[in-house]
């Protein structure tokens, strides 16, 4: 369908799943291609028990409490800021430190950066040139005004499509694969903007699958996580519901949250043991917050657009504030040890564009210079004693 490929002027659309079935379509037929946690945390509770066990084996562990641990990144979203957590992760891996990740998770910009996080450091020099080597034109290209009153977006997404696929290739795709295989697991967020659903895409099954449009369909999912509302056009998934054909839009993750790593509920049996007194798997927990945690000060001038644009932005900025607050929370409940980065005050280069090139080297080397000098990983997030 025409009106599903990244880039396209058609406003046509297929016809939505029906009310009350998001969580029945597929878009490749596999059963386990994604969650939908808010509906269901059973598959994705499974999905765990199964990595855990594939490790296992791997290790040739008899039971999983004989396993070494596990470690999870939370990659959050930010736009250009992206370029901090992608230099946080190259210094981090020069000072010697950086774990071998068990769970990777990813939005927006987190999204982009998170299959590179995830492969491990011999990925680290693209992961570089991405944030560090490219320019406003080959992430978006602005549309004329009536183009974008009347249509999708402000800007066309396709150069983005572009560069995720140069990166994304068969190549990476297999590396995900035998990293499934091990019993590590990718995940990116997207928002179903017409069920108002979260969608956790598990990519490494994607990979593993074999399916034709494996490579397409995780490309798409990596421009859908990046696709900030009313800036970028939607991006069009065709799925299945039994024998029906219907189309799904997905947008943002950061949509509904900026961060995630895993859902509250998920971990119910681990606090059951806990309780009891029962030994449990060490687990680690880093967070990296591709943005500022403390106030930015700016005086707002009485007019509609400038009120509801500060506004706005006020709302972005105490929800990805709550999404670290959250994730510590259950950290703390489910003794995981919690590590948090983000963009402190002593970086102050300004952006005087989007994706402005000069500032996110800036950034990344900002990022960079103390990963690389050992990071001093925030143990709580500001404002907690």
Known sequence: MSSAL??????ERGAPV??????????????NERFYPVHDLKPLEAEFIAAVMRQAHVRGARSPDELPG?????????GEAGAFGAGLLCGWTEAGTRPDFNLVTGISTGALTAPFAFLGSTRDRELRRVYTDVSAEQILKA????VALFGDAMADNAPLFGLISGYVNESMLADVARAYDSGKL???????????QPVIWNIGAIAKSGHPRSLDTVR???LASAAIPGAFPPTMFDVSVGDERYQEMHVDGGTIAQTFLYPSALTVQRRERIAAGKPVLSAN??????????????GVERRTLNIAGRAISTMIATGGYNDVMNIYKDAVRDAIGYNLAFIQRDFDAPLPAPFDPVYMRALFEYAYGKARQGYDWAKKPPGIA
């Not at 990244?6 to 406003?11: D, F, I, Q, V």
């Not at 029906?18 to 059963?31: I, K, N, S, Y």
């Open 186 to 196: 990718l995940f990116i967020a997207t928002t179903d903007l017409d069920a108002q």
């Open 285 to 298: 927990a880093y967070v990296i917050r591709n943005g500022r945690l403390d106030p930015d000060w700016s």
């Open 220 to 222: 798409r999912v990596l």
């Open 143 to 146: 549309r004329n005004l009536m």
């Open 18 to 31: 029906p009310a009350g079935r998001a969580w029945e379509a597929t878009v490749l037929g596999l059963a």
């Open 70 to 78: 596990w470690q999870a990144l939370a990659i959050s979203g930010g």
């Open 6 to 11: 990244p880039g396209c002027a058609s406003l």
